[in-house]
């Protein structure tokens, strides 16, 4: 392809708007929408790989747009009736369709990059953990919107039609919905009873991506290399849609695109936890002594040493050989629903939860302390507040000696903890010493095993199953 007749491209077609109107909406979204990726570990400008992920979400829209403004761009000779000059030229017709086809692919290309670039600006700013796993989330994510921008363009060349681009535009929204919302979804149980749903290997055809939910939670090398087979099936029958010239030489052009599909299906992985796989090196751990958190978040490590050991400390005062040894950042991943998993030994923090998240010094002491004795029983990606944090407050409080609100609670809920823990408090101060250790001992069985209400246990009602 000839660069000057690239660049006479580039300045006079309408390529160069085809990047800003991806860029600009985009931005637009992530800066103006106060949305899960402005907040805690996983926001877009915290940490690279969740840089990567929430700008592929945003494919959710950017690519039935990138089909819809590749397909306007198709229809350029028809609308100029030009097609049957062109087509007298000695010119072969894959040059012109390469220099088409290419001003278009630069310009939304550079348009993701720039985008990446301003979140990446931002993070570097965030984050001493620098690495290179996120980059190929990112290429692909371009890649999407190349190939559909050139598939647009082959769809529009062989239909020229002025209602093509909106057609595909639409089409490409609806694929993309129902691969991310029914069709690629397949529904499932908890081990708990609770009903769900997991991503199947369709909805991998798909340009999004499910919502960031850890910080060390990436796409798998096989995701990738099935979706670039399947993303340059669908490049190289657009551009041989857009150079063939007879009906025979389309028919043969939909060729690349079904073999990328039907070569790239077996490559992608079926299950779930092979699509969203834990990063091993992001969440190796970083430890101060006894207290540990993942790569990814080693620039907390320091403000959070010193509270971690004291917590230890003074659990190991009121529990003696039943208290945790250890402070450790969760890497665990749980499916959606599912109940939480802990231990007996190790603290397990995640800096996404309300009560870290809000606490430093003292505050992060008791929040731990809080943790360790009840840590929660919460179904994973559901939220609420009750009884675990009414235990949560006068078990932190029984280790302490005082009683007050745990770090995080809500302003409006401080009089109703009052209300429901201060009595409890009260009447387990009452307690001989050794009766109160042994209704705590049985809080903490019923809390760490998700079996019971730790509350009702300290409110001398019982441990009621869940």
């Known amino acids: 392809m000839n660069a000057r007749v690239l660049r006479i491209e580039l300045r006079r077609s309408v390529a160069p708007w085809a990047g800003v109107v991806v860029l600009v909406p985009a931005l637009a979204f992530l800066y103006l929408v106060n949305g899960a990726w402005w907040s805690g570990t996983t926001a877009w400008t915290a940490q690279w790989t969740p840089l990567a992920l929430w700008t592929r979400s945003l494919l959710f829209y950017l690519w039935p747009l990138a089909v819809g403004l590749g397909a306007l761009q198709g229809l350029r000779d028809h609308r100029s009736k030009m097609s049957e000059l062109l087509t007298s030229t000695p010119r072969p017709a894959r040059h012109r369709a390469a220099v088409l086809a290419g001003a278009t ?7 993701f990059a720039f985008l990446v670039l301003v979140g990446g600006v931002q993070v570097l700013a965030h984050t001493g953990y620098t690495h290179f796993g996120w980059l190929p989330v990112s290429l692909v994510g371009a890649l999407f919107l190349v190939a559909g921008a050139v598939l647009g363009m082959g769809a529009a060349r062989t239909l020229p039609s002025p209602l093509t681009p ?43 991506v499910d919502d960031v939910r850890e910080a060390f939670v990436t796409l798998s090398a096989s995701v990738h290399v099935g979706q670039t087979v399947w993303l340059l099936g669908m490049a190289a029958t657009g551009f ?70 004291e917590a230890l400390r003074l659990l190991h005062g009121a529990l003696g050989a039943q208290a945790p040894v250890s402070v450790r950042e969760n890497t665990a991943v749980l499916p959606q629903g599912s109940t939480p998993r802990w231990s007996r030994t190790t603290v397990l923090l995640d800096f996404d939860d309300d009560t870290v998240a809000a606490a430093k010094g003292r505050e992060l002491t008791r929040a731990l302390i809080a943790k360790a004795m009840v840590p929660g029983c919460t179904p994973v990606g559901w939220s609420g507040f009750g009884d675990d944090e009414y235990a949560q407050t006068v078990a932190a409080a029984w280790v302490l000696g005082d009683l007050e609100p745990l770090p995080g609670t809500p302003a409006r809920m401080r009089r109703e903890v009052e209300s429901e823990t201060r009595p409890v408090w009260q009447r387990l101060k009452a307690l001989p010493r050794s009766e109160q250790l042994s209704r705590i001992n049985a809080m903490r069985a019923a809390a760490l095993s998700c079996d019971g209400d730790p509350f009702k246990v300290l409110s001398l009602s019982g441990g009621a199953s869940r």
């Open 166 to 208: 909106p057609a595909l535009a639409m089409g490409a929204f609806v694929f993309t919905a129902l691969m991310h919302m029914s069709l690629g979804r397949t529904q499932t149980d908890t081990a708990d009873g609770f009903p769900s749903t997991e991503p199947n290997r369709l909805s991998l055809l798909s340009p999004t």
């Open 105 to 111: 692919a630069i310009t939304l290309a550079s348009a």
């Open 240 to 309: 041989a849609l857009l150079a063939a010239a007879t009906p025979r030489a389309r028919l043969a052009a939909l060729t690349p695109v079904l073999a990328g599909a039907a070569i790239a299906l077996p490559v992608l992985p079926s299950d779930a936890h092979r699509m969203y796989v834990v990063d091993e090196a992001a969440a190796q751990p970083v430890c101060d002594g006894p207290v540990c958190v993942t790569k990814t978040q080693q620039a907390r490590l320091a403000d959070l040493a010193g509270p971690g050991k």
